[in-house]
Nanobody, 115 residues
């Protein structure tokens, strides 16, 4: 089992920045991809950004150029730096880890972008 705990969600004004963190624990050996997903009210959970063990990243078109995902394997952490935030970025953000083809999820952290 892999446990994931997110932190960093907050209320921020449009144009602002926010950094999310996710700490992995438990059976962390063998974790492959890690990433961030988000779910807005009434919508499905969508991929925001993912990063492989080797550092290859993938971003949703809506966040390219504004968000940056990074990973510290030694600390079992994954981060999401979010800049130029927009109201449409408002959602619950979930950390994800894939290990032996099984998806693990954190409990989510709320990000609200509003003036």
């Amino acid at each position: 089992q892999v446990q994931l705990v997110e932190s960093g969600g907050a209320l921020v004004q449009p144009g602002g920045s926010l950094s999310l963190s996710c700490a992995a624990s438990g059976s962390i050996i063998g974790i492959d991809d890690m990433g961030w997903y988000r779910q807005a009210p009434g919508k499905e959970r969508d991929m925001v950004a993912t990063i492989t063990r080797g550092g290859t990243t993938i971003y949703a078109d809506s966040v390219k150029g504004r968000f940056t995902i990074s990973r510290d394997s030694a600390k079992n952490m994954v981060y999401l730096q979010m800049n130029s935030l927009k109201p449409e970025d408002t959602a619950v953000y979930y950390c994800n880890a894939v290990r032996l083809l099984i998806n693990y999820w954190g409990q989510g952290t709320q990000v609200t972008v509003s003036s």
